[in-house]
């Protein structure tokens, strides 16, 4: 509920108008509405970039394609130029450009597990 409006309970119609009004209130600096700006898109990688960014973290191919969580040979492709990142590959691989000791942290502290998580995995099945 914004701004005291059920809109759930609105029909189609008294939801556009409204949204509307509020728009027009907003154009008048009558009404403050809450915006979220977007980041930009993943990056397109090229074969160059990506074996750029394997580098410059000093990482094998295999210590890197594990830290992204793709196959050896994924990476090999990308890095020949026979394929590119999908945008979540791209957006991780921008990531690991922009701080690698961060993310290489981040992904080693979420690949630990708890002692207690640890006991739970042993435990036999009840019968």
């Known amino acids: 509920m914004k701004g005291g409006k059920n809109y759930e309970s609105m029909s189609v119609f008294d939801q556009l108008r409204e949204g509307l009004k509020d728009g027009i209130a907003q154009a008048r600096g009558e009404l403050r509405l809450d915006t979220t700006t977007l980041p930009a898109p993943a ?3 090229s ?3 990506v074996t750029a960014i ?3 973290v000093g990482m094998s191919q295999a210590v890197f394609a594990s830290y992204l969580n793709v196959p050896k040979k994924t990476l090999q492709s990308w890095e ?6 999908k945008a979540s590959e791209a957006r991780l691989l921008q990531m690991f450009a922009i701080a690698p000791q961060a993310l290489e942290s981040l992904v080693s502290q979420a690949g630990r597990r708890s002692p207690a998580s640890r006991r739970l995995q042993r435990r036999k099945p009840a019968r």
Do not use: D, N, V
């Not at 020949?80 to 990142?85: E, K, N």
């Open 43 to 45: 990056p397109t990688l």
């Open 47 to 49: 074969k160059s970039k």
């Open 54 to 56: 394997r580098k410059k």
């Open 80 to 85: 020949q130029g026979a394929r590119t990142p």
